[in-house]
């Protein structure tokens, strides 16, 4: 009889201890793997930063300088190259690359981390009689116009129903594409090919060929989207196929009162296209803004003092209301010879911090585990600026010691496209601090260029500031 109660006691011990060993290995697992958990019981640590008007000329944004000109590009993100089909193909099925990139100093702006703005163009008005388009092509089509405006520039407009023409033109653009899309230099392009300056329009008054039809241009534009899959496509107009496909827009007359009115009236409420003897082939796109990008140049029908002084509140509006991320080639700088107007200086500053993407962290709280090694940060973005940025770079929590040497880095989840002006957006990262001494690091965010695989964005906020690296938090105990 004692034998079972003894028997009996062992088993209830048995399956007791049972019992205490599953929730204790439950719990030990909880706080081994169970990140919530771990920070149930957690110390937080709060901080907050101020927005601030620095002007950075981050990337992919600001002023597009031409890439012939090193001094203009100096410490401008942006290059603007345009190719004309005569300096593409100078003799049939030979393009010379070398000279386009030579002349534009292509290599040397990739390595200091440029991208680029490109334009094809087949006709550019100059003072001198000339053709844009090469030799051998126009012996092909030669039905194009030779013109002198009333001005006294001159140049040839091909016809662009010419089926021959549009076959090499086909042929031209693919070979660009294979030259220069095999990486993400290229970020714009500005679908050029028809019309003075690439502008699809010509003085028709002047006797000119009219712009074609909308199935002729769609052949113009067919050949980019193949050539050239990484970069975003942008017209000088909304037609329904920029609708259509998500196409940005330019505006070559950035700073023309009269200009900005027609441009504003496209955009918001559509119209024909008389170019082309074509109705209701412009779309409202007032929000085109929101998912691809606003370019073009500054007009080169005033003084560039009168756009940035005398009539500088009606510029800074235009460039609020149109959400503007890039204009170039044509924007305002200082010769080196001349001694600088402090105004002009201030209003080219004024102007920059009216264009494109501000990044900014406002919230930084971080959490540590008081019983592991597990953290985590949660950050709040803002974007002050006036326009998005309209490429998914990856954006890394960083880890470095105290001298600044980056240790390790850990994908922040956040998709920069959306993050548009005047929207908070949270983003919360967990890491562990396990594999270094977290007594003597910081804690900091990079956005980086995945051309050069490192960081390239400066965040306008009052962050102390590593290089290209805002902290966070420092030297965490």
Not at 466 to 473: F, H, N, R, T
């Amino acid at each position: 009889m004692d034998n079972n109660k003894n028997r009996k006691k062992l088993i209830v011990l048995i399956v007791s201890l049972s019992l205490v060993i599953i929730i204790l290995a439950t719990f030990t697992m909880l706080f081994i793997f169970n990140t919530d958990f771990a920070l149930a019981f957690s110390k937080k640590t709060s901080t907050t930063y101020n927005v601030t008007d620095a002007v950075y000329k981050n990337p992919l944004m600001g002023f597009a300088a031409s890439a012939t000109s090193r001094s203009n590009v100096g410490d401008n993100s942006l290059v603007y190259i345009d190719i004309t089909f005569r300096e593409l193909e100078p003799e049939q099925g030979v393009f010379d690359f070398e000279t386009i990139v030579e002349e534009n100093y292509i290599e040397r702006w990739k390595s200091a981390g440029k991208h680029a703005v490109l334009r094809f163009v087949c006709d550019i008005p100059r003072d001198e009689e000339h053709m844009d388009i090469p030799d051998w092509l126009y012996e092909l089509t030669g039905d194009g116009t030779s013109y002198e405006f009333s001005d006294g520039r001159k140049g040839y407009s091909p016809d662009y129903n010419n089926p021959v023409f549009i076959e090499y033109h086909a042929k031209a653009i693919k070979a660009l594409g294979e030259y220069f899309a095999g990486d993400n230099f290229i970020s714009y392009i500005e679908l050029g090919s028809l019309g003075h300056w690439g502008e699809w329009h010509v003085s028709y008054s002047d006797g000119i060929i009219r712009m074609p039809k909308s199935n002729v241009r769609q052949k113009y534009i067919d050949p980019y989207t193949e050539a050239f899959p990484n970069a975003i496509l942008m017209m000088r107009r909304p037609f329904i196929v920029a609708k259509e496909n998500n196409y940005g827009l330019f505006n070559d007359m950035f700073g023309n009162p009269d200009s900005i009115e027609s441009w504003k009236e496209w955009l918001s409420v559509g119209g024909d296209y008389n170019q082309a003897e074509e109705n209701d082939q412009l779309v409202p796109m007032e929000e085109a803004w929101k998912t691809a990008p606003i370019g073009g140049e500054f007009t080169d029908s005033y003084e560039m003092s009168w756009i940035l002084i005398d009539n500088f509140e009606e510029t800074k509006k235009m460039l609020e209301e149109s959400h503007t991320t890039f204009l170039g080639p044509k924007f305002p700088k200082v010769k080196d010879d001349e001694t600088p107007d402090p105004d002009f200086l201030e209003s080219i500053d004024e102007v920059l911090l009216r264009m494109g993407y501000r990044f900014n962290i406002t919230k930084s709280v971080l959490e540590k585990s008081l019983i592991n090694d597990t953290a985590r940060l949660e950050l709040t973005w803002r974007n002050s600026g006036v326009a998005p940025i309209y490429f998914d770079w990856p954006v890394y929590l960083y880890v470095t010691d105290s001298a600044g040497e980056v240790i390790d880095r850990v994908k922040i989840e956040l998709d920069l496209t959306k993050l548009k002006p005047g929207i908070d957006y949270v983003t919360t990262t967990d890491f562990k601090f396990s594999e270094y001494d977290n007594k003597n690091i910081r804690l900091c965010v990079g956005i980086v260029d995945p051309q050069a695989d490192k960081p390239a964005i400066n965040l306008t906020s009052d962050n102390e500031k590593i290089g290209l690296l805002s902290v966070v938090y420092k030297n965490i105990a």
